[in-house]
């Protein structure tokens, strides 16, 4: 662990402690793998998937390790959804079998969105939300409801689903037809955006707790304490 890693530990223990970060921990402990770069990657449960298992992954970026891998490994189908040009440009180059790109943005309702941009021509990832990062630079996006998912990619059997949407997850989680979509589900990967001000620990919580409802519990948790995977109550025992 480097001395960066130590202060960055510690400054996270601290807001948890003064109640500007949420307290996450997993409540189940499955062996597990982790998938694609550090950078990424995310945790699942090791061996799960297997041939011809359908995958979500809502938002992009440049960076397809992690769908990339699961497809390497497990031949898995991977749909994936991003609005972003530069993400709908980085799939398109790369091509990866057994992989269906929509350029879709993901909402609770679905219709005609604005990506706000981010600032720092460096980096890629867009929000439906604007905040002191994006915004500078915004464009027009379709949007699909979560609820529409299965119909859209002809199935309603998602083995695995993984959001990092920059702050959508949160409506996301909240919205009538996520119940439905993650009804065959057994396992959901979150990046949460509670670092971002207009959202804060309680968005985070609550969504934590909806999963719950849902038969959802946490299984890991990232470094950062924003990336979450949680499975499906006793679906792996």
Not at 92 to 115: C, I, T, W
Not at 148 to 161: A, C, M, S, V
Not at 224 to 236: H, I, P, Q, T, Y
């Amino acid at each position: 662990m480097t001395l960066r890693d130590v202060f960055r530990r510690g400054r996270l223990r601290f807001r948890q402690v003064v109640g500007k970060e949420p307290v996450l921990r997993p409540t189940t402990r499955p062996a597990l793998e982790f998938c694609g770069t550090d950078y990424g990657g995310w945790a699942i449960v090791r061996g799960s998937l297997s041939r011809g298992a359908v995958v979500v992954d809502i938002g992009l970026g440049e960076d397809l390790s992690f769908s990339e891998s699961l497809i390497d490994k497990y031949g898995c189908t991977v749909f994936g959804f991003d609005p972003t040009p530069r993400s709908i440009d980085y799939v398109r180059r790369r091509n990866p079998p057994n992989f269906s790109l929509f350029e879709l943005g993901v909402s609770a309702s679905g219709g005609d969105g604005v990506l706000h941009l981010p600032n720092d021509p460096a980096h890629v990832s867009g929000s439906l939300y604007d905040s002191h990062h994006v915004g500078r630079d915004k464009i027009p996006v379709k949007l699909i409801g979560i609820g529409r998912i299965p119909e859209k990619i002809g199935t309603t059997r998602i083995e695995l689903l993984k959001m990092d949407i920059e702050g959508a997850e949160f409506e996301v989680i909240d919205a009538p037809g996520f119940a439905d979509t993650v009804a065959n589900t057994r396992q959901i990967c979150v990046e949460f955006h509670h670092r971002w001000k207009r959202f804060g620990k309680d968005k985070t919580e609550r969504a934590v707790h909806r999963l719950g409802e849902l038969g959802f519990e946490i299984a890991w948790v990232s470094s950062s304490n924003e990336e979450v995977l949680f499975v499906r109550k006793s679906a792996f025992l």
